[in-house]
């Protein structure tokens, strides 16, 4: 996805500082003028958000966390992936 290369840190979500993926959410939870709560107050104020989002299964609206290393993985299909590793196992296992 290329949101993974869009990577912040912030504690809109849980109130602890943590990386996320760039949504319209985050945007908007940082461009409100105030700090967030302290953790875990800040997660119980956007779960019912969050709850709403993932039963409409609207990834704008979900805290997607994402590693340092996010903008450094390379996509490709589950399928060429799986050979990849079968690939490389020694052949006494496979």
Not at 7 to 36: H, I, K, W
């Amino acid at each position: 996805s290329p949101a993974a290369k869009n990577t912040r840190l912030s504690r809109q979500f849980t109130g602890r500082l943590a990386r996320f993926m760039s949504n319209p959410l985050l945007d908007e939870l940082e461009a409100v003028d105030a700090p967030a709560l302290p953790f875990p107050r800040q997660a119980e104020w956007v779960r019912p958000i969050k709850i709403h989002a993932l039963q409409a299964n609207d990834p704008t609206l979900i805290p997607l966390y994402a590693s340092q290393a996010a903008p450094l993985l390379r996509h490709r299909h589950a399928a060429s992936l799986m050979a990849e590793l079968i690939a490389a196992l020694p052949t006494s296992v496979v």
